[in-house]
């Protein structure tokens, strides 16, 4: 088991050169003199950084998470897929939150001897991968960023800084990672302490697998524009001496704190709600639940229908108001009451997604069991319906929420109210072997075949999402509160991953378009807590495809909305001419091909430049 290690309350806070000190008592508590942090302290700089590092912050979820999933189709809104589906938004960027913190490390250690500044090598290295880490997903959203001139105003930077573009960023950041590489093999004699560190506690072995694997996601982004540079990266990375993710200790994974005097989203990520408009769609949840694929549990939420539920509607001869698909699951007794449930049962059959079909929610006769639930599925108005589809496990996001047990009217209300600090997946031991696989079967010469690396990436995969399952403690993880005798917990469970990678759909056969669409499938479904790499890896595959065997992409074409129309990237604002970016943003804009707003399909057409050459969505990875 992989030791957590939390920040103690006075490394919470950085060194005056960026905030004003206070809270004295959070020093006195790791008995430091807050007057030495007038200098700069290295450390609590570091560690500073480590807490504005959030590459999914609330805005993020609230607004692009909530469209992303929509256009990549793995969730669905409440009231059906209507014309207003591939509408645009704007994105969001955070880099510049911990790129300051890097800058004034940078500036901190140009203060000191040479000698004393080497000691600091590895926390500006550090703290360089956590920016590469960021600016990989700003560029995603948007293309190009101010970076190289960007946060530096502190200590004589321009409040201009110019815009870099993708292609060179891409080349900074591959070099700078070979760098950070070598300041955490090579440096010697270094203060890279262990309770400043919430993500490694200073052990400089894991941060350079971390540095390492990263230049993958700049490997897998490359695939369309320099395919051959795509496969050399790998190469090089797979053959690197510092080696790779690999195993839960070396997981970028963890909570950055129990406790924080200045704000608690450092501890719980926000108390905010999201995705309370959409649910799991079909296609995604029946791909998972045919296949036992236990992420589902942990990806998504069990509907409310517990067989106490079912039996109270029973019991009110309301049968009828049973959705459809939530019957066909049940047996029931000689005398019509709920027996049990119908194989696969609990917990699998507390999963059901919502219809993509056009339009769906306003076709009552064909579709009321799914979408009519706020009456159909209301069983008086003491409590809200009960919903009869699986919404997106919002736990596994941010650790301050509420949970209420789906119970009969009359019986106790059970709740779960327990903050939990948040644990947050970044890059993994999966994510990496799912990139090598890729990599394999586009031929890339690797010390491993794409089939040993599939094999590890989806064991790995279901053991890192029950982890954090267990850490955030989501409904149902090593309970059933006691409520429903039918009710089982959704631990994984001893030799669970064996079924699942026993079912056809999971496995490799040899055909290169076939298993490179399972490949692309895993990283979707392995980045369900991600949903800008679920939106990359869509974008630069065509997968899931619209004639796909397996998960099969719906075409509303013939309602006006062809894959054309949904976005590519986020949209634009035309700066305010008072702005002192003004003419540094409209050139940027000009420079990249990009037109201000969201009309005529622009999204799609004006695509950023990692993405210019990528197939169509559903059209399948090009070979």
Known sequence: MKK????????????????TTGCRDDFAETNTNP????????????????????????????????????????????????SLVHEGGAGTGGSIDVLKYLNEIKYVRSQMPEEEAAAYAQYEAAMDVLCVYMGIFDT??????????????????????????????????????????????????????????????GQADKWAKLANSLKLKIAARLISQD??????????????????????SDDFFFNKASYNSSSEDYVYHWNNGILQSVGASQPIIDLMVRNRDPRVRFIFQKNEWNSRVVQQFIDADRTDDIPSYIMANINLDANGDFESWKAPGEPWVRYYGLPLAFNAGQQAGTYGDWFNYDTQCLYDNSRAAYYPFS?????????????????AVGDPIIQDTDNMPWFGKYMTTSEVNLYLA????????????????????????????DRMASLNRIPYYGTTYSYDPNEVAIDLKA?????????????????????????????????????????????????????????????????????????????????APTDLMYEIELAAYEAQGYSIGSANN?????????DQGAPQYGEGPQL
């Open 4 to 19: 957590y290690q939390l920040i103690p309350a006075a490394l919470l806070l950085a060194g005056a050169t960026l905030f």
């Open 35 to 82: 007057s030495s942090l007038s200098e700069g302290n290295v450390g609590y700089l570091f560690s500073q950084g480590v807490l504005e590092f959030d590459p999914s912050d609330y805005t993020y979820w609230f607004y692009n998470a909530n469209q992303i999933y929509q256009w990549m189709q793995v969730l669905v809104s409440t009231g059906g897929v209507t």
């Open 140 to 201: 995603d959203f948007i293309g190009d960023i101010p970076y190289t001139e960007a946060a530096q105003a502190l200590h004589g930077g321009t409040l201009t800084p110019k815009y870099d573009r993708v292609a060179d960023l891409y080349d900074l950041w591959l070099n700078n990672l070979d760098a950070d590489i070598a300041a955490f093999t090579t440096a010697t004699d270094q203060s890279f302490e262990g309770t400043q560190d919430p993500v490694y506690s």
């Open 227 to 248: 395919r051959a540079r795509a496969l050399q990266i790998a190469q090089d990375v797979a053959n690197a001496s510092c080696g790779v993710l690999d195993g839960e």
């Open 391 to 407: 919404r997106f496990q919002d736990e596994q996001v941010y650790g301050r929420i509420d949970f209420t047990l789906p119970t």
């Open 438 to 465: 890729e990599f394999a079967l586009l031929g890339a010469a690797l010390p491993q075949s794409a089939q040993a690396y599939y094999d590890k990436a989806l064991r790995a995969s279901v053991e890192e999402y």
């Open 495 to 575: 030799g669970e991953i064996d079924e699942m990678m026993s079912h056809e759909e999971y496995q490799l056969t040899g055909d290169v378009a076939s298993d490179l669409e399972k490949v692309y499938i895993q990283q979707i479904l392995n980045f369900m807590e991600l949903p800008v790499e679920v939106w990359v890896t869509c974008r630069r595959s065509g997968v899931p495809k619209l004639d796909s065997d397996i998960w099969q992409r719906v075409d509303y074409a013939a309602n006006g909305l062809p894959t054309v129309t949904i976005p590519r990237r986020t949209a634009l604002s035309a700066p």
């Open 602 to 610: 622009i999204l799609n057409t004006e695509r950023v430049w990692q």
